[in-house]
């Protein structure tokens, strides 16, 4: 299982672009990289998943290098409201995902 | 459409009680899985059900814990006798092939005191 390294927590302001990435070196050729965002009495939501190069949805962007040992995950112009945890999970098992601490994203006026 | 509920939304019971936590999936969903987050602690998967069947219960802690899916619509999960360490929330959701996202519940939070 490929262990997955996020910072613990990010502070940004109103309408800039976040950048978060996730170190996991040990990803497997079959496994998958899913970005999920979790906020306070919620349950995680998923937003992004990719394999490799790009991914793009109305939400976020992905973007994953060649060696597929990192992954970025893009939120252009943050609102309060993605003020969330952040997390990354990697793996090859859609039904059995593996969270780990996540990233803590505080997002200010 | 309604999203995965859970019941009850908070549970406060004292050690050695049983508490029966209650989910409904999205309409229609054939899986549905269980994590939980013990306090200070990562969420940990718990089981995973293919409409009525348990497809990977790996995860559940100890034979106290018991999941059913009864008819393949919701699902409950049983705790018996709860201990002090089973405080946590305890999440509920649901997907369905061929998507890989799973649809998170709201959680239920479990106090054994």
């Known amino acids: 299982l490929a262990k997955t390294t996020q910072p613990i927590s990010m502070d940004s302001y109103e309408g800039q672009e976040v950048n978060i990435t996730c170190s996991h070196n040990n990803i497997a050729t079959n496994d998958y990289i899913t970005w999920y965002q979790q906020f306070p009495s919620q349950g995680p939501r998923f937003i992004i998943q990719?394999?490799?190069t790009k991914v793009t949805n109305e939400v976020a962007s992905l973007f994953i290098p060649a060696d597929r040992k990192s992954s970025t995950l893009s939120l252009p112009r943050v609102s309060l409201s993605d003020t969330a945890v952040y997390y990354c999970?990697?793996?090859?098992?859609?039904?059995?995902?593996?969270f780990g601490s996540g990233t803590k994203l505080n997002v200010k006026p | 459409e309604a999203g995965v509920t859970q019941f009850p939304s908070h549970s406060v019971i004292e050690k050695g009680q049983t508490v029966t936590l209650r989910c409904d999936p999205i309409s229609g969903h054939d899986n549905l899985y269980w994590y939980r987050r013990v306090m200070g602690k990562e969420i940990k998967f718990l089981l995973h059900f293919v409409k009525e069947s348990k497809q990977d219960e790996s995860g559940m802690p100890n034979n106290r814990f018991l999941a059913e899916r009864t008819g393949g619509t919701y699902s409950t999960l049983k705790v018996q006798p709860a201990e002090l360490e089973d405080s946590g929330v305890y999440f509920c959701a649901s997907s369905q092939a061929p998507s890989y996202e799973q649809y998170f519940g709201p959680g239920t939070r479990l106090t054994v005191t």
């Open positions: 999970l990697v793996g090859d098992n859609f039904n059995k995902f593996y």
């Open positions: 990719g394999y490799k």
